[in-house]
């Protein structure tokens, strides 16, 4: 009996003592050897804090920027990733940072962007989505990797193929006419239900310049008179394309992006272990006076007038709302096409302007949002 209780005791202490190595190598060794890796290879970050990395100090600096408007200017970098700003400033524009025990090398510098995003080697894939993106995506198109991601973004490019967009017109007349009465529940259906959304916040608008929005207004009743837009009007819109992609620039939907070395990698000069993740900081590019000049907070349309090359100086990591390389956006067309849409219907019926109750707060949340809405005032053309 006594032999019994000293055998379990000693095995019950060995596997505490195994746990706790598992837990001081997980948790102590790896991060402090990814550390001393890359700060040897001069990449310096926030030093890593025991299980929590620099997650509280992120979201602490998070919470303190949301909690108050900013003054309206389009120079939203600070508010919205205001820890980023802060370690781009002490370390440069790359430097290591730790999402818990997960090592990140933030990368705002174009040519090591280039390299990640072309991925000629394949050496950087997507990482297995954290588990609230998992619950969110599922098995979808941004969440999965390898042939089966092949397949379906293959599916994916041929549904936003213009062919097949008209598709979506066909279905929402048959709805209009009370042929059939819904829009389908298949990729496409949910698409024409999001479009047709009656919550009204769900609607895509900007904020806009006033003698941009008469220029956009004159070059919408040039192109379509009082008609409803169509495809071939669609592609003559410039100065509406300029203003889109100028409000892209200053203000990403999606900030940025994340890949993973699936091994030991040579990055420029650096070589990274395989365990670290790679964030790509679009917003931190976007607002780049390197990239674009000391007017780079200034709304200025103009900037691509004659393209998005000609802007960016053909650098095309300075402009990427939409990704880059063979994971880059599969509904751009798409959502170009629906923001070109609804914008010249708004413009042929109405001016707009900001209303003296809107509060400049754009948010990080999912994708960058106004955190208290976008209030408008609209006046009929009528
Ligand atoms: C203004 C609107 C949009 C923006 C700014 C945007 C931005 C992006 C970005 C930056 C990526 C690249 C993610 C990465 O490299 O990891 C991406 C991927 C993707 N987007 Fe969009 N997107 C928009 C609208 C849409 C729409 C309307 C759809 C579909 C209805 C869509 C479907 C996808 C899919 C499926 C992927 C994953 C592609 C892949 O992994 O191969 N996006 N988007």
Redesign the pocket.
Known sequence: MGNLLILSTAFLCLCLFVALLYVLYKYWWVPHRVQFIMNSQGIRGPPYEFIHGNNKEALQMQKEASSKPMALTHDIFPRVMPYDYSCIKKYGKNYLSWNGVRAQLVITDPELVKEV?KNSEKAFS?PKPLYFFKKLLGD???TINSEK?ARH?KL?NHA?HGESLKIVKQREEKVMTGEVDSFGHDFLGL?VNAYHDPDEKNRLSIQDVVDWQDKARAEVVEVFGNQNPNSEGITKLKTITMIINET?RLY???NS???KAVRDVQLGNLVLPNCLDLNIR?IALHHDPALWGDDVHLFKPERFAEGIAKATNNNAVAF?????????????S??IT??KIALSMILQRYTFTLSPTYVHAPLPNL?LKPQHGLHLLFHSLD
């Open positions: 995003l997507k979808t198109i941004p991601w973004r994916a936003f698409l892209l990403p939907p999606i992006v994340v890949r679009f990427m709302p939409f990704g880059m390389g063979h994971r880059s956006c599969v509904g751009m798409f959502s629906e923001t994708s």
